[in-house]
């Protein structure tokens, strides 16, 4: 973690400490959904004393960014692992498609607790931009297993294909788990439904 937004701890005791205070936030985060916490929580939850979280952080911002960049950049190692292994796999479009699907289904899942926080945390331009960038990698990695297969797409643009599948996966999927905007209609209809039916329309979008 080499964020400018905390200041780096030099002993392993500061080095534990920061780590507490860090899994504490997250923990907070996570059960909050809307990143309403103060620091005092922090503090009482990882025990440390508030004096300790001023001493690494400016403030409640600064701590935030540190927190939703760490989440993110063990969300992108785990996200570029799946797309590795899936990718090793010797599979045809309609085989690969409904597993791409089911793969980002079950990770959005996984991390729909600690991206619900900070995705209503929209208007801070830092972790706006940082998620930003997290969503950019993983659409390009969805983007690349299918266009692995173009000598099996048949629709008559397959750029602007592939694109609107990645899409409408995407917020399909990010409004049944209640992310961003979408709150209010998470939970509508069913899951595996819903991830067998966005595979399959998927596939004969492309190949028909």
Same mark, same amino acid.
């Given at each position: 973690?080499?964020?400018?937004?905390?200041?780096?701890?030099?002993?392993?005791?500061?080095?534990?400490? $920061? %780590?507490?205070?860090?899994?504490?936030?997250?923990? @907070?985060?996570?059960?909050?959904?809307?990143?309403? =916490? *103060? #620091?005092? &929580?922090?503090?009482?939850?990882?025990?440390?004393?508030?004096?300790?979280?001023?001493?690494?952080?400016?403030?409640?911002?600064?701590?935030?960014?540190?927190?939703?960049?760490?989440? $993110? %950049?063990?969300?992108?190692?785990?996200?570029?692992? @799946?797309?590795?292994?899936?990718?090793?796999?010797? =599979? *045809? #479009?309609? &085989?690969?498609?409904?597993?791409?699907?089911?793969?980002?289904?079950?990770?959005?899942?996984?991390?729909?607790?600690?991206?619900?926080?900070?995705?209503?945390?929209?208007?801070?331009?830092?972790?706006?931009?940082?998620?930003?960038?997290?969503?950019?990698?993983?659409?390009?990695?969805?983007?690349?297993?299918?266009?692995?297969?173009?000598?099996?797409?048949?629709?008559?643009?397959?750029?602007?294909?592939?694109?609107?599948?990645?899409?409408?996966?995407?917020?399909?999927?990010?409004?049944?788990?209640?992310?961003?905007?979408?709150?209010?209609?998470?939970?509508?209809?069913?899951?595996?439904?819903?991830?067998?039916?966005?595979?399959?329309?998927?596939?004969?979008?492309?190949?028909?």
């Amino acid at each position: 973690m080499t964020t400018p937004n905390v200041r780096p701890p030099l002993q392993d005791r500061s080095r534990q400490s $920061l %780590e507490k205070v860090l899994t504490a936030a997250r923990q @907070l985060l996570c059960e909050s959904v809307s990143a309403d =916490l *103060t #620091l005092i &929580e922090v503090s009482k939850a990882a025990g440390v004393s508030i004096g300790s979280i001023y001493g690494r952080f400016k403030g409640k911002e600064d701590l935030l960014q540190v927190v939703f960049e760490d989440a $993110l %950049e063990q969300m992108d190692l785990e996200w570029q692992s @799946l797309m590795s292994d899936l990718g090793a796999r010797p =599979l *045809t #479009l309609p &085989e690969r498609l409904p597993l791409l699907v089911d793969t980002l289904a079950e990770f959005l899942a996984r991390h729909a607790a600690i991206l619900k926080p900070f995705m209503n945390r929209a208007g801070n331009a830092d972790i706006a931009r940082s998620g930003k960038q997290s969503h950019g990698r993983m659409a390009a990695s969805f983007i690349a297993q299918i266009s692995a297969h173009q000598g099996e797409i048949r629709h008559p643009d397959p750029e602007r294909a592939i694109n609107s599948c990645f899409r409408i996966t995407y917020s399909s999927l990010a409004r049944f788990l209640g992310l961003g905007s979408a709150a209010d209609a998470a939970g509508e209809g069913d899951w595996n439904h819903l991830k067998q039916d966005l595979g399959t329309m998927s596939v004969l979008f492309l190949t028909h």
